[in-house]
């Protein structure tokens, strides 16, 4: 019986890893070359082999099953069920959401109806200040049109006519 | 993990069963059916090996497509669409043994399956053999059961990693993924579940009875 003394020999454990990677085609070209070599001389080790695939082999004998006839059709059902409720789901979302969206369009119908009263306000009083600070222009109105020229209105001015106006008009 | 634009390329090339899956993601059902159609068998046997019941074999593979289903319009594909679903029929397998193990707390005794006999497979692999001549070469559907036996030594993942491997050929990368586990992790287990196949299998391969053939 040969067992792992020598040093290149892997312990037992990795052998039998090597030999089932081996057996499965999954090591690399150096480490099948060093399998096979240990495989054409050492009988033990060939043996582990065998067993290992006869063990492996014996797995087709497990009963293999098909899917009963029912099978295709319940699934299918199983999904139309899972389809119905994820439209439900949308649909819910979706309904939620044109909620929301009209939720926001009257909030800015309220909040465009607040902000134009308040500018339209705003311009209104800025009007009648306007008019207010006009005022005594406005009153005599009809007596700067009588006059041609504006440095005629300036001289009379400056000889203290319009003081009262003025006055009232500040 | 995200999967870049090539790799999801590459696996639409490489794979009809990927091309069938971004079909389904754009809700062919047709495309769904044909997946289903090509992965039944394969996903009851998976189930009924790990879990050991046919019905619940069925149930479970139900609840695999349900998923394939429900996740469709995320999927994009990182991996062979087998690895894929192996994946997800590893988690609802997952899911499954734990609420198994949560009702099998309630119960009082916690019974074995059904009076199937001795708890441990090994001993109810000798029963199996019925007290025969070990020298006897047993029929078809003994030897089946003995196999059965001698799968239930094994964990929950060794039982896995052997299906996988086995008849599903997937290679130690594919069910590292599939597992969530590495290569080498993978490289171990199937070592070591293959060693305690070979030991619950002992006494027919000493006497060299193999399965008759099909």
Known sequence: MSTPQDNNMVPVEDAEQQLVAYLDGELS????????????????????????????????????VEASDQFVHTTVEMISVAASQELETIQVRQKSRSWRIAAITGAAAVAAAVLGFAWISQSA?????????????????????????????????????????VDDGV | MSITESTAKRYELQDPDVRLMLEVRDDSAAAFEELMLRYQNRLINLMHHLMGRRDQAEDLAQEVFLRVYRSRKSYKPGSKFSTWLYTIANNVASNARR???????????????????????????????????????????????????????????QRMAVLLSKFEEMSYADIAVTMGMSVEAIKSLLSRARANLKIALEPYLEQGARPPSE
Not at chain 1, 138 to 159: A, C, G, H, P, T
């Open chain 1, 29 to 64: 070209e150096d480490e099948r070359i060093v399998v096979e070599a240990r495989l054409a001389d050492d009988y033990d080790y060939r043996l582990r082999l065998q067993r290992l695939e006869r063990a492996w082999d014996m797995l087709d004998s497990l009963p293999r």
């Open chain 1, 125 to 165: 009083s800025r009007q009648n200040e306007e008019l207010l600070t006009e005022l005594p222009l406005i009153e005599n109105m009809d007596r700067y049109q009588k006059v041609d020229e504006v440095e005629f209105l300036e001289r009379l001015r400056s000889e203290g006519l319009f003081v009262s106006e």
């Open chain 2, 99 to 157: 609420s198994m193990a949560r009702r099998k707390e309630i119960q009082v005794d916690g019974g074995d399956d059904a009076g199937m006999g001795p708890a441990n497979p090994l001993d109810r692999i000798a029963k199996a053999a019925s007290g025969q001549m070990p020298t006897r070469v047993i029929d078809r559907a003994e030897m089946g059961e003995v196999v059965r036996l001698a799968m239930e030594t094994l964990n929950d993942r």
